[in-house]
């Protein structure tokens, strides 16, 4: 199984670029079903879960051709075979996201139940309750959900009960194409919602107030082909500047959009970085100074996202006093902290709130992955161990980081992957 291994105690210093956004790639190729043409996706990240859904819509019957720089072109005609199986569903709960556009345009799927994962219980149940409301029929038998719709789906006006990503995400893409209004409520308002509702609109939709909590689709009948770049990953760009942060180091990274990292920025400043934005850049300066710790409480966007959690808690490890983090979207995120206190990190879990007392460097040691964004935490917390720190079963950060043992070289670290890379 693959490593990476960091030998901590270097400032990052230099410039990247940052890739297209694992959480609006997965969205929008599953939407591609929708499309009546061919359609081609750019600034696809090179990613194991990108991987999972190429395999799932090719095993649903589209064909994709893979073009150079990871753009991806998936013509839907073909597509036969309503299925998704728990094999690929078990892998990445991302899958979920077919089954809107399957019920909405054939009228049927099956869609194995994602399960539990490492970070909580994750049910679905929101975004059947919605598809309900939108008239389909709904089953759960042997593990998996079996949707149904006699003729077109109907809008409808959906509350939903929580704010929910995925769920905003395949309750658009079931309504595109259903019969009349629908409304959302209490909707996500995430980038990558809005980034989907545009290649949507790209290709014939009528979505209005995406990046809201009140997104209105009014119901087209088909949607044509088309071509659309996906937008910056703001997690990937965000854990590069904790990284550059935490090891008091200068970064600039490019190809993103600052405008979508308002909270992490603010956070970052706090610390004492200096940060420069331009249209598509972002640059931080901590002057060779040890950051501040920082209050930080996850909540849905524009708030501090869940996924950048493990990489503050990292931060705040080293940093200059004591920091609190709480995470109020998933009720077990917290399983880096053991592995955190192995590198000699001081910290105490109350709950949902992480207590950090900061000490000036921590000790390599072996540590273990357990999900994708504490993955990332622990890489980051190699950056600043003294000797050797050997983070195991990376496979997570496979999901979600691309090349990121070249792009932290690229900054100066030295860390190497021992094992064959399995990403993409
Ligand atoms: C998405 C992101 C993930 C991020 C998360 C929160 C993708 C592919 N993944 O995941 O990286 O960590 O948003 O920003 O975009 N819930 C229910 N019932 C439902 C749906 C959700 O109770 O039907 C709960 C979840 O258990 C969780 C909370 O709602 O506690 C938020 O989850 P949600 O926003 O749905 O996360 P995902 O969309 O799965």
């Known amino acids: 199984m693959d490593k990476l291994i960091i030998s901590g105690g270097l400032p990052l210093n230099g410039e990247i670029r940052i890739s297209g956004a694992k959480n609006s790639a997965l969205p929008i190729l599953a939407a591609t079903l929708l499309a009546d043409a061919p359609v081609v996706i ?41 299925f998704a199986p728990y094999e690929l569903v078990k892998t990445m709960r991302a899958s979920i996201l077919v089954l809107g556009p399957l019920l909405t345009k054939y009228g049927k799927a099956k869609v194995s139940l994602p399960g539990g994962c490492n970070i909580g219980a994750r049910p679905v149940d929101i975004h059947l309750a919605g598809m309900r409301q939108l008239g389909a029929e709904i089953s759960i038998d042997g593990g998996y959900i079996y949707a149904e719709s006699k003729g077109r789906l109907h809008g409808a006006e959906i509350v939903m009960d929580l704010v929910t990503v995925t769920g905003t995400e395949n309750l658009i893409m079931a309504a595109v194409l259903a019969d009349g209004r629908t409304v959302l409520k209490n909707a996500a308002r995430e980038p990558e919602v809005t980034d989907l509702a545009n290649f949507l ?9 995406a990046g809201t909590d009140t997104i209105v689709i009014d119901g087209v009948s088909s949607l044509g082909g088309g071509q659309y770049k996906v937008m910056p990953d703001r997690i990937e760009a965000g854990t590069y500047l904790t990284a550059a942060a935490m ?3 200068r970064i600039k ?6 405008q979508t990292m308002d909270a992490i920025l603010y956070h970052l400043r706090e610390t004492g970085a200096m940060i420069k934005v331009g249209e598509n850049w972002i640059e931080l300066d901590m002057h060779g100074q040890r950051p ?6 996850t909540f849905p966007y524009p708030a501090f996202p869940t996924d950048m959690q493990a990489q ?3 931060m705040n490890c080293v940093a200059d006093g004591v920091g609190m983090i709480t995470e109020t979207i998933f009720e077990n995120r917290f399983m880096h902290v ?4 192995r590198l000699g990190a001081n910290i105490k879990l109350q709950g949902n709130t992480a207590i950090s007392e900061g000490v000036p460097m921590l000790t390599g040691a072996q540590v273990m ?4 964004r504490a993955s990332a935490g622990l890489v980051l917390a190699g950056l600043v161990s003294a000797g050797e720190t050997t983070v195991d079963r990376i496979y997570h950060i496979d999901r979600g980081y691309e090349c990121i043992e070249e792009k932290f070289s690229q900054l100066g670290a030295k860390i190497r992957r021992e094992g064959r890379k399995i990403a993409g």
Not at 369 to 372: K, N, S, V
């Open 42 to 82: 750019s600034n696809v990240p090179h990613l194991h879960d990108v991987t999972t859904m190429i395999e799932l819509l090719g095993s649903i019957g589209a064909d994709i051709i893979i073009h150079e720089l990871m753009s991806i072109e998936i013509d839907p005609r073909a597509v036969h075979n309503f």
């Open 201 to 209: 609109n790209s290709l014939g939709a009528k979505i209005t107030g």
């Open 247 to 249: 090891t008091r180091g």
């Open 253 to 258: 990274i490019k190809d993103v959009m600052p």
């Open 292 to 297: 501040h710790a920082v209050n930080v409480r």
């Open 312 to 314: 503050f808690l990292a």
């Open 338 to 341: 053991q592995e955190l206190q």
């Open 369 to 372: 992955a357990t999900d994708l």
